[in-house]
Protein backbone atom coordinates (compact mmCIF):
# COMPACT_ATOMS: atom_id res chain seq x y z
CA UNK A 1 0.00 0.00 0.00
CA UNK A 2 1.64 3.53 -1.05
CA UNK A 3 1.70 6.32 1.64
CA UNK A 4 1.71 2.96 4.35
CA UNK A 5 5.23 3.62 6.67
CA UNK A 6 5.09 2.16 9.95
CA UNK A 7 8.65 2.70 10.35
CA UNK A 8 7.55 6.87 10.76
CA UNK A 9 6.27 5.89 14.32
CA UNK A 10 8.43 7.71 17.01
CA UNK A 11 9.84 4.28 19.26
CA UNK A 12 10.41 6.95 21.87
CA UNK A 13 7.07 7.48 22.05
CA UNK A 14 5.35 4.12 21.02
CA UNK A 15 4.78 2.01 23.69
CA UNK A 16 1.72 1.55 26.06
CA UNK A 17 3.53 3.71 29.09
CA UNK A 18 5.56 6.11 27.39
CA UNK A 19 2.54 6.86 25.02
CA UNK A 20 0.43 7.23 28.02
CA UNK A 21 2.94 9.13 29.91
CA UNK A 22 2.69 11.58 26.65
CA UNK A 23 -0.75 11.86 26.31
CA UNK A 24 -1.70 12.50 29.99
CA UNK A 25 0.76 15.38 29.96
CA UNK A 26 0.17 16.72 26.65
CA UNK A 27 -3.39 18.16 28.87
CA UNK A 28 -1.62 18.05 32.04
CA UNK A 29 1.79 19.69 30.94
CA UNK A 30 3.09 18.64 34.63
CA UNK A 31 2.46 15.97 37.17
CA UNK A 32 4.11 14.37 39.99
CA UNK A 33 5.07 11.09 39.61
CA UNK A 34 3.08 9.25 42.00
CA UNK A 35 0.16 11.11 39.60
CA UNK A 36 1.54 9.42 36.69
CA UNK A 37 2.19 5.92 38.13
CA UNK A 38 -1.80 5.34 39.62
CA UNK A 39 -3.09 6.81 36.18
CA UNK A 40 -1.36 4.69 34.37
CA UNK A 41 -0.88 1.79 36.74
CA UNK A 42 2.68 1.28 36.39
CA UNK A 43 5.23 -0.09 38.92
CA UNK A 44 7.47 2.50 40.16
CA UNK A 45 10.54 0.68 38.48
CA UNK A 46 9.18 0.41 35.39
CA UNK A 47 7.59 4.33 35.15
CA UNK A 48 11.33 5.24 36.04
CA UNK A 49 12.62 3.19 33.34
CA UNK A 50 9.63 4.56 30.63
CA UNK A 51 10.54 8.15 32.26
CA UNK A 52 14.35 8.15 31.78
CA UNK A 53 13.72 7.38 28.02
CA UNK A 54 11.61 10.28 27.54
CA UNK A 55 13.49 12.48 29.32
CA UNK A 56 16.57 11.28 27.07
CA UNK A 57 14.70 11.78 24.05
CA UNK A 58 14.28 15.73 25.37
CA UNK A 59 10.79 14.63 25.37
CA UNK A 60 9.84 15.50 29.25
CA UNK A 61 11.71 17.41 31.77
CA UNK A 62 11.84 15.44 35.65
CA UNK A 63 12.11 17.82 38.48
CA UNK A 64 12.99 16.76 41.68
CA UNK A 65 12.47 19.03 44.57
CA UNK A 66 11.31 18.64 48.27
CA UNK A 67 7.55 19.40 49.49
CA UNK A 68 8.57 19.73 53.25
CA UNK A 69 10.54 16.86 54.20
CA UNK A 70 9.06 14.40 51.79
CA UNK A 71 10.83 13.62 48.03
CA UNK A 72 8.68 15.42 45.22
CA UNK A 73 9.58 13.98 41.49
CA UNK A 74 7.71 15.88 38.76
CA UNK A 75 7.61 15.43 35.26
CA UNK A 76 7.00 18.10 32.70
CA UNK A 77 6.45 17.59 29.02
CA UNK A 78 8.91 19.69 26.61
CA UNK A 79 8.33 21.93 24.01
CA UNK A 80 10.08 19.40 21.78
CA UNK A 81 7.65 16.25 23.62
CA UNK A 82 4.66 18.66 22.18
CA UNK A 83 5.99 18.75 18.71
CA UNK A 84 6.96 14.95 18.59
CA UNK A 85 3.36 13.55 19.99
CA UNK A 86 1.85 15.57 17.59
CA UNK A 87 3.86 14.17 14.34
CA UNK A 88 3.18 10.35 16.48
CA UNK A 89 -0.51 11.67 16.17
CA UNK A 90 0.02 12.30 12.98
CA UNK A 91 1.41 9.11 11.89
CA UNK A 92 -0.43 6.99 13.67
CA UNK A 93 -4.10 8.68 11.85
CA UNK A 94 -2.60 8.64 8.65
CA UNK A 95 -2.03 4.62 9.11
CA UNK A 96 -5.70 3.85 10.18
CA UNK A 97 -7.51 6.22 8.75
CA UNK A 98 -7.27 4.86 4.91
CA UNK A 99 -10.94 5.44 3.88
Known amino acids: MVG ?18 MAY ?6 A ?31 VKAFQGRKPLTRVHITPAGRKAFASYIEVLSGLVDKG
Not at 25 to 30: G, P, R, T, V
Not at 36 to 57: D, F, I, M, P, Y
Open 4 to 21: FNVNKLDDAIHGRLRLGV
Open 25 to 30: LMDAEA
Open 32 to 62: DFNELKAVLEATQGNLSVHLRKLEEAGYVEI
